[in-house]
């Protein structure tokens, strides 16, 4: 079982950065990968961005370049750093994990999200 908790939402001016972090309970949580997922009222939930234990990582289409996933094993978090935001980029962000190197697939444990506002 992993227990994941979201933290540093807020509000941010468009153009401008903010980052996220998960902490993961549990000494095998390094084993997992973390993805970070978002969803906007009104619309579906939506891949953001992935890592696994060794540092491989992927991005949705429409934040790549521009959001990356990192992690720190030996405190149990990743962090998501968010870059030259826009407007679209709102919603509210929750990490997941799956145990093992995948960076896609089904995600089996889920936080309780964090919000994120950008202003125009």
């Known amino acids: 079982q992993v227990q994941l908790v979201e933290s540093g939402g807020g509000l941010v001016q468009a153009g401008g950065s903010l980052s996220l972090a998960c902490v993961g309970s549990g000494r095998t949580f390094s084993s997992y990968t973390v993805a970070w997922f978002r969803q906007a009222p009104g619309r579906e939930r939506e891949f953001v961005a992935a890592?696994?234990?060794?540092?491989?990582?992927a991005a949705g289409d429409s934040v790549k370049g521009r959001f990356t996933a990192s992690r720190d094993n030996a405190k149990n978090t990743v962090y998501l750093r968010m870059n030259r935001m826009k407007p679209e980029d709102t919603a509210v962000y929750y990490c997941a994990a799956r145990y093992g190197s995948g960076l896609f697939g089904d995600y089996d444990y889920w936080g309780r999200g964090t919000q994120v506002t950008v202003s125009s």
């Open positions: 890592i696994n234990w060794s540092g491989n990582n």
